[in-house]
């Protein structure tokens, strides 16, 4: 891969940091250079990702904690500390106003703008060095730890370079390479030999290399504290956190992320040279593409349980740099209503906190929901299943709503033709009853909340760029400017 000069690297990196940023503020500072303050040093870094979250997400859960457990969220309870660095921002990538998750964690990954898709490739067609490779020259251990496949988007934007985020084999054999010390979540497929294209046994070779491997729980608890940790726990994604709490064999066979956030920590935090670690709760972004309140609200709890985590560890030590952030916004979810909602019978509930009663009660996400249905159940078969995940009971005209979805009846249901699908469909009818609403199914070009306290911290205000945290890790670790990837 082509070789980067320090003055190639300082110019390219100021200038990706300013694409689409004309208005943004001086915080969206370049790459590190050796001038680093004193004030500004971290052993360690934890950067936390909660994926695809809007601010209405954060709202919700937000809300739904004090109804329910008369506390807040350790996210929000962030801003009442005199240290914590609190900024809004923009996401926007090389490619688009709107980002994917590729683009958006490379921004943070390696300092600059890339396209919609890409893994730390410039427009230009350089691959640039990502910040954990930085790390380790730098002589820190690194890990990444998410609810996703371990190779998807946001994991690889802080290690691997590709052109395409969906060459995840690709990335998985990056991670070897590069010898990330602790790798944490799914997708067994892409190191599986019967499953890699190539018919690699990953798993063998990470083995060879040094690397425990666990496969399940129990591999993960009774792994020895010390070495290299690749663990992988199902084929694709975890589960969502809802339906993980609701299965007796998914609670024995799969690590919820709070439990991975403190393995992570406790394996990293023994290396003497310090670590930097990414944790993202991934499926957050994927709930909210389905319009699922349930796996929303769920996944984003579970991540700030990570946060709380996160906290516990970094309690009375001054040497850790804590970023907490989303990458980009998705469907906007929001609680909708003026004190007088009307559910689908046309009956008043009022106060529409009351929706976070009925939110309570689902105990299974839409995705479960639906997949015990399809275009042959009967309007028993769906009052009965839906009632079974989400505590409520469909009435006629719902039912045959959702019945014609399942069945991709063409005739009109919604204007909107993509809220037309069945997971849409039903979280329309679920909306009648919990008041959470919509702006669509994808990603959105929304500002997001940032949060970040600790040393390298105190450039964090205002507005900033996706790309300025780069320069906010580099500095704070003291690292020069990179060469080579």
């Known amino acids: 891969m082509p ?29 590190a250079s050796r001038n680093t303050t004193r004030s500004g040093r971290a052993k360690n870094i934890i950067f936390l990702v909660s994926d695809g979250m ?22 929000l309870g962030l801003y009442d500390r005199p240290d914590v660095r609190r900024s809004l921002m923009d996401t926007s990538s090389a490619s688009s106003l709107v980002t994917d998750s590729a683009a958006a964690s490379s921004a943070w990954g390696c300092g600059h703008k890339v396209k919609n898709g890409s893994i730390n490739i410039t427009p230009d067609g350089l691959p640039r060095p990502t910040i954990l490779q930085l790390a380790r020259e730098a002589g820190r251990a690194t890990g990444l730890v998410t609810t996703a496949t371990i190779t998807h ?19 998985a054999t990056q991670y070897l390479d590069r010898r990330i010390d602790v790798l944490l979540g799914g997708g067994t497929k892409f190191f599986d030999p019967s499953r890699r294209k190539d018919g690699r046994d990953l798993f063998a070779d990470f083995r060879r290399e040094g690397y425990h491997v666990a496969r399940d729980r129990a591999a993960l608890q009774n792994t020895p504290a010390d070495g290299r940790l690749l663990g992988v726990f199902t084929e694709g994604y975890l589960p969502y956190d809802l339906d993980h709490r609701a299965d007796d064999a998914l609670i024995a066979s799969v ?8 393995a992570a920590l406790d394996r990293l935090s023994r290396h003497e040279g310090g670590f930097v670690l990414q944790i993202e709760g991934a499926r957050v972004d994927h709930a909210a593409h389905a319009n699922d309140i349930g796996g929303l609200l ?9 946060v709380g985590i996160a906290l516990d560890f970094v309690a009375n030590r001054d040497d850790t740099l804590v970023i907490v952030a989303s ?10 209503g003026s004190g007088g909602n009307f559910d689908s019978r046309g009956g008043s509930y009022g106060d529409t906190g009351k929706c976070f009663e009925r939110i309570a009660e689902i105990s299974r996400t839409n995705s479960w929901t639906l997949s015990g249905l399809n275009a042959d159940s009967t309007s028993a078969q769906i009052r009965a299943r839906v009632a079974e995940g989400t505590g409520i009971t469909l009435i006629d005209d719902e039912i045959d709503l959702l019945g014609r979805a399942l069945r991709k009846d063409p005739s009109p249901r919604e204007g909107y033709r993509v809220r037309n699908s069945p997971m849409i469909t039903l979280a329309q009818i679920m909306a009648n009853y919990t008041s959470v609403g919509w702006t669509g199914v994808a990603h959105t070009t929304d500002h997001v909340e940032l949060a970040a306290f600790g040393p390298g911290s105190e450039s964090i205000r205002g507005m900033v760029q996706n790309t300025a945290l780069f320069g906010v890790m580099t500095r704070a670790l003291g690292i020069a400017a990179p060469t080579s990837v």
């Open 54 to 75: 809007s601010l209405g997400t954060l709202t919700l859960a937000e809300r739904y904690l004090r109804r329910h457990k008369n506390r807040g969220t350790r996210w």
């Open 255 to 262: 690590p919820r992320l709070p439990e991975m956030t403190r």
């Open 153 to 171: 988007a946001t994991p690889a934007g802080f290690a691997a370079n590709t052109a395409f985020r969906g060459d995840e084999a690709e990335i």
């Open 327 to 336: 990458d980009h916004g998705n469907a906007n979810p929001g609680l909708n």
């Open 3 to 31: 070789l980067l000069n320090r003055r190639d690297f300082l110019r390219t990196g100021l200038a990706g940091s300013l694409v689409l940023s004309t208005t943004l503020r001086a915080a969206d500072s370049p790459p």
């Open 298 to 306: 769920h996944d984003q709890l579970a991540l700030d349980e990570a």
